[in-house]
C-alpha cells in the first residue's frame, strides 16, 4: 500500500478506521499477482510491522 491507497481508506472508512493503526508498506503497486520479488520485499518488511521477528 502507498500513501494514497492509505488516504481513499481513510477518507471512504474513516469511521471505522478510527483509532486502527494503518501501515504504509511504500511498495509501489507495480507488480502482478504472486511475484516473487513482491513476495519477498513482504517478508523482509511485515514480521517487524506485526512484531513477529
Same mark, same amino acid.
Request: charged share 35%; net charge negative; proline share 6%.
Given at each position: 500500500?502507498?500513501?494514497?491507497h492509505?488516504?481513499? &481508506?481513510? @477518507? *471512504?472508512?474513516?469511521?471505522? +478506521? ?6 504504509? /508498506?511504500? !511498495? ?5 499477482? &504472486?511475484? @516473487? *520479488?513482491?513476495?519477498?520485499? +513482504?517478508?523482509?518488511?511485515v514480521?517487524s510491522? /506485526?512484531? !513477529?521477528e
Amino acid at each position: 500500500m502507498e500513501e494514497k491507497h492509505k488516504s481513499r &481508506l481513510k @477518507a *471512504e472508512y474513516t469511521r471505522v +478506521l478510527d483509532f486502527k493503526p494503518i501501515h504504509v /508498506l511504500d !511498495i509501489p503497486d507495480d507488480y502482478q499477482y &504472486l511475484d @516473487a *520479488e513482491l513476495i519477498e520485499q +513482504l517478508k523482509q518488511t511485515v514480521p517487524s510491522i /506485526l512484531m !513477529i521477528e
